[in-house]
Structures are given as C-alpha cells and as structure tokens.
C-alpha cells in the first residue's frame, strides 16, 4: 500500500503541474477581462492610465508563463496568493466554504453507497421481480435528471408545497448563530438530491455484480451444504459482487464535484461554488488555479482509495498497480 501511494504520489506531481498551467492557459483565452471584473462599475469611469496600474498591480500584464511560474514557486512556499475577485487571500477564500462542501460531499455520497447497495442487493436476490424492475427503471430515469432540475424539483415539493424543509441556505433566516440543529435541516435537501444523483450508478453495479455471484458454483455449493440463504447472500454474493463496486469510487468524484457545485448553486449552500463560479467569469488567477488543483487531487486520491480498497477487498489483486 506505501509503495502505490508513493507511485501515486510522484505520479500526481507533474499532472498537477500539467493542470495548473492548463488553467492559466484557458484563462490568458477568456473574453473576460480581470480588470474589469475587479473594478467593475468603477472601471467605466476609471481612465487608461488607473486601468493598467491595476492591470500591473493584478499581475496580468505580465506573460503567460511568467504568471503560472510566479504563482506555482509561491503556492510550493506555501502562498496561494490573494483573490482579486473575493478581496482575500486565496487560502482563506477556500478554508472559509471548503468544509461545507466537503461535508456536502461525504453526506451525499455516503447516502448513494448505503442506498445504492440495499438496493441492488434487493433487486439482485429478485432478479425480475416488481422490486428490480421498479427500480432499475427508476434509476435509468435518474442517470439522466440533471442534479439542478432535482433540486428545483425537491424544492417546489418539500420547501413550498409540504413546507416541512428549508428551500436553501445554512442556517434559518435572521439566525446569527450557526447550530448543528439548523445545519443538519439544511443539509437534507442538497445532500439527498446529490446523492440520489449518484445512488444509480452504485445500484446498478451492485444489482450486477451480487446477481453475478449468486449463479457462481462456490454460492451454488454454499447453499447445496444447507448454508441459510441470509448468510450465502452477505459473506458470499455481496462480498464478490461489491469488487466491481469499489473501482466506482474513484471514477465518480468528478462527477460528485460537478454535481456538487449544481447542488449548492440551486440550494444557496455555502461551499466552494459561488467562489469557483466567480473565479471562472472573473478571470482570477490564483483562486481559479488553487480551486482546480484542489478539484484535481480530490480525482487522484478518489481513484488510489477505489484502488486500495480493491485490493484489500480482493487480496488476489494486490497493490502492484
């Protein structure tokens, strides 16, 4: 396991560098004009001569090049720079929202794995069954809802229709304080709408995978020596048919991050969103680079965790790769 971290790791060194260079790369190609962004309505009055002083002062009229080694040398000593669209320092920009969104996250994908496997376990032990049948439809139909159009949907029903839930935000409107209460009722909605958005893939692969391992000849021979079909189902078919599982973990934090950012959008969560939204149209240099190599490293490590999961699940594996 040490050494495919550390494979890992080396691996990762140039691919975040590869990464960073690509987002000042697209941003030196946006229409969108930093110092305009910065000073917004102020610009149109501003002359020539205080647009380029702030253009010098951003650091945008330097080279492409000169801009990311600048940043990159700063970020390895440990300065992320300063965010001219937030008016802060990069790093407090993203410890300020990055742990509700990893709290967002983690709930939502803990809900899609729970709910997932029950699940495909379900539909699997009654392969054409109503329960199978209903479900696998349902989930086919919720590969394709966008997670934005689940939010509104969850929003209309339980936030203006029953009114039984918060429609969005941290905390009720006029609370000062934030309490575990108010947080844990706000996070229901955001949390379940991403969640069921990645519940289908985890349900599908279970539902065939469990199913697989119930006509193998070792769960046949399980059940021929009178084993209850309670534990032939668990410490069998469930065993074999999570591996395949297992390797979804990595291959969905993308996906988990871009529903993430929908998600919080629609329910006014206060995540990293608004500030990767903002970076994006603002051109901001040193939170759009520190936000994508944040969103990078969380790929990475989503996939060396489907990795060695695998293969402490499936010693026949190993950890060679």
Request: proline share 5%; glycine share 10%; hydrophobic share 55%.
């Amino acid at each position: 396991m040490a050494r495919m971290a550390g494979r890992r790791a080396l691996f990762a060194f140039p691919v975040l560098l590869v990464v960073t260079f690509g987002v000042f790369a697209v941003a030196e190609a946006s229409p969108f004009d930093p110092v305009k962004a910065y000073t917004g309505t102020a610009g149109m009055t501003a002359t020539q001569e205080d647009l380029d002083r702030i253009r010098v002062n951003l650091g945008v009229d330097q080279p492409l090049v000169s801009r990311w080694w600048e940043w990159l040398t700063a970020a390895l000593r440990g300065d992320l720079g300063d965010s001219s669209v937030l008016r802060q320092p990069v790093a407090d920009a993203i410890g300020e929202r990055v742990g509700w969104s990893v709290l967002l996250a983690v709930t939502a994908f803990a809900l899609a794995v729970v709910l997932g496997t029950f699940l495909g376990v379900l539909a699997a032990r009654g392969r054409g069954g109503w329960l199978d049948r209903t479900v696998s439809s349902a989930a086919y139909t919720l590969e394709a809802a966008p997670a934005f159009w689940l939010g509104l949907l969850v929003i209309w029903v339980f936030a203006l229709q029953l009114d039984v839930l918060p429609a969005g935000g941290l905390t009720d409107t006029g609370s000062e304080t934030v309490t575990f209460g108010q947080v844990a009722t706000h996070l229901v909605l955001p949390a379940t709408v991403l969640g069921i958005t990645q519940m289908p893939w985890f349900f599908l692969y279970v539902r065939q995978g469990v199913g697989d391992a119930l006509d193998e000849d070792p769960v046949r021979g399980a059940r021929a020596r009178g084993i209850g079909e309670r534990t032939v189902l668990l410490h069998h078919a469930l065993r074999s048919g999570m591996l395949p599982m297992l390797t979804l973990i990595g291959s969905r934090v993308p996906e988990l991050i871009t529903g993430a950012l929908l998600v919080e959008t629609v329910f006014s969560w206060p995540g990293i969103a608004a500030a990767t939204v903002e970076a994006a149209t603002s051109v901001d240099f040193p939170l759009l680079a520190a936000l994508t190599v944040l969103a990078t490293a969380a790929v990475l490590i989503g996939n060396l965790l489907s990795d060695l999961l695998y293969g402490l699940a499936d010693p026949r594996v190993g950890f060679d790769g």
